[in-house]
């Protein structure tokens, strides 16, 4: 990666968050995380169903610079929630249900129509362009929107997405994605469910589900991931690029820098203490990383 790409400064800027360089690690602990204000609130706006005909739902003022969310395989837009929160009084914030999730259930995930589903919502819900931001399933189809409909796209803000599904990786995605079929649904929304209480309290974690969640739906986006190349559509979309990653999300940080090598104008970010949830494990340092990569853009 290119080292006029990458911050290098040492220690923790205001959002707690310490910049990467080829080898740096994370130092400092943000405060504790997922301190969603209002929660159920949010969980309110984001987890009604879109209008009829579309699959997003809108907050925010109809003039705001836009950001549009594209979620994570089995949850839905509503895991957005601690975000929407924080940044709906400011920006036009538009989350996404991809197929196979949330009011797109029944629909079959492809890559190329999932993003294509997206740049519908770019055009119909925030002007034609706006900032993207993904997570895990939701990073890679975000990454595809940008190489594909580069115009719509000012700047790319990318979240537990930094492996390539190929070679012995390919295999950790299929062996995910044949787990998650294999498994009873209902017994792994149950599990999913407790673990959110435990670990973000019921009302975060009832934020974050509203929307549903879809072992099946995950399964079947996930294995559609393996042996796409997704480090020659960040290259090929050549504009702004934000790469976030939790410091525990070890999946996705061990060779992310490896991922990025050669990647123009990416910016690499790890928020201490913080999984693949990143945006949930904490919603204030991610949510910050979002607001300040906004502001170094151009109009």
Not at 128 to 138: H, K, T
Request: aromatic share 8%; glycine share 14%.
């Amino acid at each position: 990666m290119p080292a006029d790409s990458v911050p290098t400064h040492s220690g923790p800027d205001a959002t707690g968050v310490e910049a990467q360089g080829a080898d740096a690690q994370a130092v400092a602990a943000p405060g504790a995380a997922a301190q969603v204000a209002d929660a159920a609130g949010a969980a309110r706006r984001v987890g009604d169903e879109p209008a009829p005909g579309t699959h997003w739902t809108v907050s925010g003022p109809a003039d705001a610079p836009p950001i549009v969310f594209v979620h994570g395989a089995m949850m839905g837009r509503s895991v957005w929630s601690p975000q929407i929160e924080r940044l709906s009084g400011r920006f036009r914030c538009v989350t996404v249900d991809l197929p196979g999730h949330g009011s797109r259930r029944g629909h079959r995930f492809e890559l190329e129509s999932a993003a294509a589903g997206v740049a519908e919502a770019i055009d119909r819900a925030a002007g034609g362009r706006c900032v993207l931001v993904g997570l895990s399933l939701g990073g890679y189809t975000a990454m595809t929107v940008a190489a594909r409909y580069a115009g719509k796209v000012r700047g790319l803000v990318i979240a537990g997405s930094t492996r390539e599904p190929e070679g012995l990786s390919r295999l950790g995605f299929l062996l995910y994605a044949y787990g998650l079929r294999l498994a009873p649904e209902p017994a792994v929304r149950a599990v999913a469910l407790a673990w959110f209480r435990r670990r973000y309290g019921s009302t975060v974690a009832n934020a974050i589900t509203a929307g549903g969640h879809f072992a099946k739906g995950g399964s079947a986006a996930v294995k559609r991931l393996v042996g796409g190349r997704f480090r020659e559509k960040l290259k090929a979309y050549g504009g702004p690029i934000l790469v976030v990653n939790g410091s525990m999300d070890l999946v996705f940080r061990v060779g992310a820098n490896s991922f990025l090598r050669d990647v123009p104008g990416a910016t690499y970010r790890m928020i201490p203490r913080a999984g693949h949830l990143s945006n949930v494990d904490a919603p204030d340092a991610f949510t910050g990383l979002v607001e300040e990569f906004v502001a170094t853009l151009p109009e």
